[in-house]
Structure formats: structure tokens, C-alpha cells
T-cell receptor, first 115, second 112 residues
Framework: NAGVTQTPKFQVLKTGQSMTLQCAQDMNHEYMSWYRQDPGMGLRLIHYSVGAGITDQGEVPNGYNVSRSTTEDFPLRLLSAAPSQTSVYFC??????????????FGEGSRLTVL | DAKTTQPNSMESNEEEPVHLPCNHSTISGTDYIHWYRQLPSQGPEYVIHGLTSNVNNRMASLAIAEDRKSSTLILHRATLRDAAVYYCILRPPTGYGQNFVFGPGTRLSVLP
């Protein structure tokens, strides 16, 4: 089972460049989200989606865009990369909101360095 | 959102039990207590969750205080593979968005 797949695993950008982190899940989950993790810290929510066509902002949305055209895919776009966006990015999905369906499934992460 | 407090780090010997504490004194009556762990260079993975009663699964046990202001994740026999950062998270029963708040967690080291 693939679960949540993120690409690329590593990326180096120059300041001002744009790029898209891809996330796909094959579990037919309605909910998907993007987190970033800085060294020694926990995860912070960037954007999330509760279904195709529906997205909303999390704790740290500035500098990022998302869209959800299909249930499977939830790409994260960096519009103009800045060194402050150097981080490890995790995509997650879950089936629903209830205690039996709320378990988050995470991808392996995408390590981004902005020079 | 209600916050949790965990020790920054803990150490355990292999094959011994480990008790990872979490304080959540501002927990509301409907918040679920979730635990995740993050192995090195991986995304977090679900461990266990509960509301009021103690819970057991194949990975761990969760002991919840009677007043629900604290909980303890119990690994019955630590292995080297259990070395990870453990996150204690509170989650309301409905809604999404910022319901999963991952703090710094507890870094568990397991000594052979």
C-alpha cells in the first residue's frame, strides 16, 4: 500500500524561485493537509482541505498556495521562495473527523532548502 | 486550542518499560488525547488515542488520569526501534483545521 506519497524528497531553490510540492494519497481520504517542521520543533499547519474544491488556511499560510481538484492530490505551491521557507514539509491525510476516522497518515516528507 | 506539556527528552534501557507523561490541564470535556511518534527522517505515525478510559493496542497503552488533566503513554518493553519523538496532542471531536497541534514532543532515547 502506497499511502501518502510526496515528491520530491529533496529540493534546493534560489530565493525568488517558485515550485510545487506534490502530495498524493490512495486511501480515498477526504481530508488532506500540509505541515512544515523546522529543526527541533513540532509541526505547524500550513493549509488543509476537507474535500475536493475546498481549502482553508492553517497556522502559517503566508507564501504558500494550495488547490484540491481531485480527492487524491493536494499540491503545495511556493510562489516566491524565501530562506525562511527552508524546512521539511509533510503532507497528511485522514478519512474524517471522528475518533475512529481521525488518524492522520503522513508522507515521508520533502526537505526544501532555499538559498 | 488547549495545550500540552511534555518533557523535552527521556532515556530508557532496552526491554524495560517506558512511561511518557503529558500534562493537559486546560483540556475540555470533549477533547480526545492523541499520541503520535516520529522516527528519524520519517513523518509522524499514529500510536494511540483515548477520551476517558485507558486504552491498549499492539503498540502501546494509554493511561488517562481520572481528572483528565494528564496522561501517560506506556511502552511495555522498549526496543531500539522505539527511539523517536513522541507527541501528545489534544483534538476536539469535530472540526478540523488547527485541531492537530504538534508541539516539540519528547525525544526518547533507548539504550542497548
Amino acid at each position: 500500500n502506497a499511502g501518502v506519497t510526496q515528491t520530491p524528497k529533496f529540493q534546493v531553490l534560489k530565493t525568488g524561485q517558485s515550485m510545487t510540492l506534490q502530495c498524493a494519497q490512495d486511501m480515498n481520504h477526504e481530508y488532506m493537509s500540509w505541515y512544515r517542521q523546522d529543526p527541533g520543533m513540532g509541526l505547524r499547519l500550513i493549509h488543509y482541505s476537507v474535500g475536493a474544491g475546498i481549502t482553508d488556511q492553517g497556522e502559517v499560510p503566508n507564501g504558500y498556495n494550495v488547490s484540491r481538484s481531485t480527492t487524491e492530490d493536494f499540491p503545495l505551491r511556493l510562489l516566491s521562495a524565501a530562506p525562511s521557507q527552508t524546512s521539511v514539509y509533510f503532507c497528511a491525510s485522514n478519512k474524517g473527523q471522528g475518533p475512529s476516522t481521525g488518524e492522520l497518515f503522513f508522507g515521508e516528507g520533502s526537505r526544501l532548502t532555499v538559498l | 486550542d488547549a495545550k500540552t506539556t511534555q518533557p523535552n527528552s527521556m532515556e530508557s534501557n532496552e526491554e524495560e518499560p517506558v512511561h511518557l507523561p503529558c500534562n493537559h490541564s486546560t483540556i475540555s470535556g470533549t477533547d480526545y488525547i492523541h499520541w503520535y511518534r516520529q522516527l528519524p527522517s520519517q513523518g509522524p505515525e499514529y500510536v494511540i488515542h483515548g477520551l476517558t478510559s485507558n486504552v491498549n493496542n499492539r503498540m502501546a497503552s494509554l493511561a488517562i488520569a481520572e481528572d483528565r488533566k494528564s496522561s501517560t503513554l506506556i511502552l511495555h518493553r522498549a526496543t531500539l526501534r522505539d527511539a523517536a519523538v513522541y507527541y501528545c496532542i489534544l483534538r476536539p471531536p469535530t472540526g478540523y483545521g488547527q485541531n492537530f497541534v504538534f508541539g516539540p514532543g519528547t525525544r526518547l532515547s533507548v539504550l542497548p
